[in-house]
Structures are given as C-alpha cells and as structure tokens.
Antibody
Framework: EVQLVESGGGLVQPGGSLRLSCAASGFTFSSYWMSWVRQAPGKGLQWVAN????????VYLDSVKGRFTISRDNAQNSLYLQMNSLRVEDTAVYYC???????WGQGALVAVSS | DVVMTQSPLSLSVTLGQPASISCRSSQSLVGSDGVTFLNWFHQRPGQSPRRLIDKVSIRDPGVPDRFSGSGSGTEFTLKISRVEAEDVGIYYC???????FGQGTKLEIK
C-alpha cells in the first residue's frame, strides 16, 4: 500500500524556519516526481514545489522562490521541504504528493504567527 | 497566465440525481505530444484530496464508475451519474503541467 507520511509541522514566528519531511513507502520512491501542495485554512489547493526523480530538477511557486527548498533522499525514501523566512501567508496544511499527483499524504499543519 | 475557472462554485444535489461540474482553462491544455493533463480531485471534509480522474477521462483505481470526465482543449466536465452521500465535499480540477488548481466546487446533499 502506498503511504506518504508528513512530519515537522508546527507553530513558528514570522521570519522563522521549519523543515517538513515526508516518509514514503509501498512504491519505488526513486521512480516518481514528488511535490508539495498546500492549503491555507478554509481555502483551495496551491502547488508549492516539484522535484524530479533524481533530484536535479526543481520547480517552485513564484512566491516561495528563494525561501523554500525542496529536496529528496532516495536512499531513505524521503522528501523534504526546507522553509525559511516564513510569512503569515505561508500558514497552511502542507501535503506531500506523488506523481500526477495520484497519491497524497495526510498533511502537516504549518502555522506562522507572532 | 493560465487561469482555471470552475463552475458552479457550489452545488446542492438530491441523492440519486446526477451532478456536473465544469472547468474552463484560459488556454488550451493540449500538450505538444497531444496529451491533455487535466485532473479531477475530491476532498472530503477533514481529509486529504483524492484524485478521481487523470488525463481528462481516466478513472483512478477504485474510483466508482458513476464518476466520468470529458472534454478537450479548454473546456472540461466532471459528471457524477447518481450522487451518493459519500460524494459530498469539494471537487477541484487541476492543470497538470503548470499545476494550477481551479477554485473548487462544493457539493452538498439537498
């Protein structure tokens, strides 16, 4: 069974940093593009970043470029999102997603507030 | 910039009746290889999104056949032939190359 389990969410002050992790299992992790998608409270879905199978190609939402870094460790079947210079408007549930995206994790809540 | 527009934004349907959601793109979604990357997702309250339809009309494994996707170019439709109670929630279309989501359509039971 495909499983994507996010961790690392929490409350952080504006300007702070947080690192999200996503542990993947049940499929060949190194064969898939992976993504982060977020959902602000009561709002719709917004793609944040993609990374290709070997980690060499990365694409970002304009508003997170230079602040967020997506990465992966295929040996550990893990996806990461390093979030720096966090803003109040980054508050959201962050989902790890596989491929198209055909599979989603349960999400990790990131709250940016003073 | 490409914009994905869904309509209606909310839908109230009697159990057993059909439902239809439209998704329009401001630009054609047909890729150079002829493939159209248009997905449909369903998100139940308090749950993660689940993909229902891939590439306009391909149902994901386990998705009931009462769900169907159609369309081409800039206009796409998700149809539910007979709405069931478990279908409540929000439906999103997504352009699969720019990863742009529609605003979402909230479906409730009348």
């Amino acid at each position: 069974e495909v499983q994507l389990v996010e961790s690392g969410g929490g409350l952080v002050q504006p300007g702070g940093s947080l690192r999200l992790s996503c542990a993947a299992s049940g499929f060949t992790f190194s064969s898939y593009w992976m993504s982060w998608v977020r959902q602000a409270p009561g709002k719709g879905l917004q793609w944040v970043a993609n990374i290709n199978e070997d980690g060499r190609k990365k694409v970002y939402l304009d508003s997170v470029k230079g602040r967020f870094t997506i990465s992966r460790d295929n040996a550990q079947n893990s996806l990461y999102l390093q979030m720096n210079s966090l803003r109040v408007e980054d508050t959201a549930v962050y989902y790890c997603a596989r491929g198209g995206p055909g599979k989603w994790g349960q999400g990790a809540l990131v709250a940016v507030s003073s | 910039d490409v914009v994905m527009t869904q309509s209606p934004l909310s839908l109230s349907v009697t159990l057993g009746q059909p439902a239809s959601i439209s998704c329009r793109s401001s630009q054609s979604l047909v890729g150079s290889d002829g493939v159209t990357f248009l997905n449909w997702f369903h998100q139940r309250p308090g749950q993660s999104p689940r993909r229902l339809i891939d590439k306009v009309s391909i149902r994901d494994p386990g998705v009931p056949d009462r769900f169907s996707g159609s369309g081409s170019g800039t206009e796409f439709t998700l149809k539910i032939s007979r709405v069931e109670a478990e279908d409540v929630g929000i439906y999103y279309c997504m352009q699969g190359t720019l990863w742009l989501f529609g605003q979402g359509t909230k479906l409730e039971i009348k």
